[in-house]
């Protein structure tokens, strides 16, 4: 969730090799996944809150 939106919704290893295909090479970290997928930091999104 992104600003109260849901980006993307599945299990975590479905989402990492969703977007392992956008970021090309192995498969990203859960972190990484959030980057791609929303194009903030977890440290950005969390601070949009504030």
Not at 25 to 47: D, H, K, R
């Amino acid at each position: 969730m992104v600003d109260g939106r849901v980006v993307a919704l599945d299990e975590p290893e479905a989402l990492k090799r969703r977007y392992a295909a956008t970021a090309g090479g192995p498969l990203p970290t859960l972190e990484e996944t959030f980057m791609t997928a929303t194009g903030l930091s977890v440290e950005e999104a969390s601070a949009e809150k504030e």
